[in-house]
């Protein structure tokens, strides 16, 4: 069981965080939890005597409860809260006293329900993300000039296997279809190159996947999405509306059991893609081994009628900037570093792979 100590210092660290991605309410949030949480009620004994690892890495307590409360307002389950929160509210009006009085009144009121809420793990499927996808997918189709077979790992809501029909937009070039959802970061680096990108399949598989069709489903994952990034949650919505009039393939299940059977059923004509966004991190090191082993040993036996690639955007725990992204591509085995992304995907740092023919 975690000390009060250890988890006031995870809130502070999340303040930390949550500033560096732009959402200073959530930031506020996360201080004012570190600074005045009590055990003296019902929400605030649950999570200063948290029973397993509350850092940011491992259960994310600070997340939970700030998702907790977003639920209570994006639910409609609490009007009073609703009223002085974004995006109705300016938050900045709120002395801390006061958006403390506010915060301690939502927790009185709906004790059980946060409580119930916290018991599950945060999930975000951060659609910005699919600005190094998309990026990755024409990088990939220049070098093989072969339809792309998706697959992800940890694929939540399915929102970023969804990427193929996204645009992306800059002030120097544009790449997918421009009509409907459009991503514009932050460039950086290269132009990245262009050409003819076909989805065959884009398939996922998670612990826990979100149907968004299902609206409670729908709103979990809405919860976690920081309420003072109001783009950020628009272009989720319409990503959440997509995939409702589209549909995706996710298969609830271990993720190195589902990714060893997608290798052994690879088809040629086409390059089978893998991908994972923040989600390889979070597996178990045993299993990030045996899934690493499986594809070194797959890639090995890869052939240019059938390639593969992994495109890969995690945190690699180093002092610079954002989520590390990396290509490999087989049949030669080669990992590519494409640069650094924003983990919300709000800016891309991005460097053009080699393009020699495999």
Request: charged share 20%.
């Amino acid at each position: 069981m975690a000390n009060p100590q250890a988890v006031r210092r995870v809130f502070a660290d999340q303040a930390i965080a949550c500033e560096a991605l732009d959402s200073p309410f959530t930031a506020r949030l996360c201080r004012l939890f570190a600074e005045r949480l009590e055990e003296s009620n019902p929400v605030g004994a649950d999570v200063l005597g948290w029973p397993g690892d509350p850092k940011i890495q491992a259960d994310s307590v600070a997340l939970r409860l700030c998702g907790a409360l977003n639920h209570l307002v994006i639910s409609g389950r609490d009007p009073v809260l609703a009223e002085n929160y974004p995006p109705h509210f300016d938050h900045t009006q709120h002395c801390d006293d006061g958006l403390w009085q506010l915060l301690t009144g939502a927790m009185e009121r709906n004790s059980a329900a946060i409580i119930a809420f916290l018991a599950n793990a945060p999930q975000t499927n951060e659609v910005r993300r699919s600005v190094a996808l998309i990026a990755a997918y024409h990088a990939i189709a220049a070098r093989f000039a072969l339809p792309l077979s998706v697959c992800e790992l940890g694929a939540s809501a399915g929102l970023n296997l969804m990427a193929g029909r996204y645009g992306l937009k800059t002030d120097a070039f544009m790449l997918g279809p421009q009509e409907g959802l459009v991503l514009k970061p932050q460039w950086k680096g290269d132009v990245p190159v262009k050409a003819d990108v076909s989805i065959e399949s884009a398939r996922g598989c998670d612990l826990a996947p979100i149907d968004v069709r299902d609206e409670a489903q729908a709103l979990r994952l809405l919860a976690y999405i920081w309420p003072d990034q109001r783009e950020r949650v628009a272009l989720i919505r319409n990503a959440i509306g997509l995939v409702r009039t589209t549909g995706v393939e996710i298969e609830q299940g271990d993720a190195i059991a589902w990714l060893e059977r997608k290798l052994e059923t690879r088809s040629e004509g086409v390059v089978t893609v893998f991908q994972h966004t923040v989600a390889w991190q979070y597996f178990p090191q045993q299993a990030r081994q045996q899934g690493e082993a499986l594809l070194a040993e797959h890639g090995a036996r890869a052939i240019p009628s059938a390639p593969m690639a992994r495109i890969s955007m995690e945190n690699d725990g180093s002092e610079a900037p954002g989520a590390r992204l990396q290509l490999t591509l087989w049949p030669d085995g080669k990992v590519h570093e494409l640069g650094r992304v924003d983990f919300h995907g709000s800016w891309i740092d991005w460097r053009n792979p080699g393009q020699a023919k495999a």
